[in-house]
Structures are given as C-alpha cells and as structure tokens.
C-alpha cells in the first residue's frame, strides 16, 4: 500500500516538474525543474527495483547532463522570454493537438495490452541488482561496454572542436 | 506492487509532455531539455518492463542508453554553442539560414 503512495507521489512530482520545465519562462529555472524530474523518476526507478539505474540516474542526469546545460545557458546569456502561456497562436494549438494524439495512442496501446501481461512474482523483480547488471556488463556486454568508452572519449573531443572558438578569418 | 500499465502511463504522458515542449519551445536549449524528457520517459518503460518480466536485458539496454544520451548531451550542446556564436541568438525562429 505504501508503494502506491510513493507512486502516487513521485509520478506527481515527474508530471508537475515536466509541464514546469516546458512552461517556465527563464532556461535556469527549466533546468531546475528538469533536476527535479530526474530525481523522481530515480526515485520510481527504485519501486521498481532498479536500484543500479535509479543511482546512475541521478549521477549521470542530475549530476553530469544538468550541470552541463547549467554552464551552457550561463555561457549563453539569454534573456527572459515572453511567457508561453501569452503568445498563444495557431502552431500552439496545433502542436497541443499533435501532443493530444500521440498521448491518446501511447495510451491506447498500453490499455489494449493489459490484459495479455503475465502476473508478477517476487522472484521477477530482483534483477535491478548492482550485482546482477554487473555480472552481465563484464561478461555479455563487455564489447559494447568498451565500446561505450570509445564513443564517450569521441563524443568529448568532438563537443571540444564543434564548440572551439575559431580565430581565423572567414571561419568566425 | 504496482502493476505495469501504470507505469507505460506514466511513461506515456511524460513522452506527451516532452513532445508538445519540442513543438511549443523556441529557446533551443529548453527544447533539447524537452528531448532529454522523452529520453526519460522511453528509459522509464523500458525499466518497467525490465523489472516486470524479471528480463535483466532491458535495463542494459537503459545503461547504454543513458550513456549515448551524454554523449548526444554534450554534442548538442557544444552544437548550440557553436549556433549562438554564430548567429548571437538560440532562437530557433532567427536560425533560418538553411531555409528555402
């Protein structure tokens, strides 16, 4: 019973500080609102058991991603915007009405398939060990798991080039 | 336990969410914020199913995920960077340089 109050609870948090993040006016308070919806997501990582990914979660996103855009937008200065809630217009409503649909069909596809999902035993849920991920990541996937250092290092140094400021004539 | 298709549902109306703030959002950084939710919200349902049929597979699949998804981070942003120094704006509306 307690878990369906953390769910309760924790899947309002991830709705509210989602629609924050795309309605708030300023890009730092976005991100703010983006920590926060990182932090519970993790936290519904954990009801599921998923103790490995809800840690990474907030390591990985919560440190590293956001304290990454946190730099850009500082780098960037931008100003305040115009609230999105008063420039109204056609292509808002539109795309609410896209959103509308992809909604009704995620939500269709879910519920037509209620019914064919196995029941869940206690057993069924305790993969989301560190010991269980690590035991596959070092013996099954231990080629993508090197690989993933090579596209991490690769994607570093490209950000660096792509971001470098160019002194020279006619490249600016 | 809480059963599955509440957690799709969650995963659903976070993607929904993400994707009406990529339409909505002209401040590119704020949209790629938007992409980052839908990343999440693909991430939570595939964790759900992961836990739910006791497959541990989703969740490496969740590991690289997150993985690819610093590294798209930090290209993106090191993308919009390069944009706003060239163009003194991340509106994406004043970026049309490319456009017919």
């Known amino acids: ?12 948090f991830a709705v509210a500080s989602a629609v924050a993040t795309i309605l708030s006016r300023h890009a730092v308070t976005s991100a703010l609102f983006l920590v926060l919806n990182m932090v519970s997501l993790a936290g519904v990582y954990l009801l599921l058991k998923a103790q490995y990914l809800a840690v990474i979660q907030i390591l990985v996103y919560a440190g590293a991603i956001m304290v990454l855009f946190l730099f850009v937008i500082m780098l960037l200065n931008t100003d305040k915007e115009e609230s999105v809630l008063k420039q109204i217009s056609l292509k808002m409503v539109v795309s609410f009405l896209l959103g509308t649909a992809v ?70 | 336990m809480i059963s599955l298709p509440w957690f799709l549902g969650l995963s659903a ?58 590294a798209e981070a930090a290209v993106g942003l090191a993308i919009i960077i390069a944009i706003f120094r060239n163009n003194l704006s991340v509106d994406i509306t004043k970026i049309n340089l490319l456009r017919w």
Not at chain 1, 1 to 12: C, E, K, R, S
């Open chain 1, 1 to 12: 019973m307690l878990t369906t109050y953390l769910f309760i609870l924790l899947a309002t």
């Open chain 1, 103 to 172: 909604l009704a069909q995620l939500l269709f596809a879910v519920a037509g398939w209620t019914d064919t999902l196995p029941m869940i035993s206690a057993a069924m849920t305790e993969v989301g060990t560190v010991e269980a991920i690590g035991d596959q990541l070092f013996t099954r996937y231990v080629l993508p798991f090197e690989l993933t250092g090579i596209l991490l290092t690769a994607a570093v140094i490209g950000a660096l080039l792509i971001a470098q400021h160019h002194n020279k004539k006619g490249t600016s």
């Open chain 2, 13 to 70: 109306v976070l993607f929904t969410i993400g994707t009406i703030g990529v339409l909505i959002r002209r401040n590119a950084v704020v949209m790629f914020m938007s992409v980052e939710l839908m990343l999440n919200a693909v991430n939570l349902s595939l964790v759900a199913f992961s836990a739910h049929f006791g497959d541990v597979h989703g969740q490496m699949l969740v590991f690289f995920a997150l993985c690819v998804a610093a």
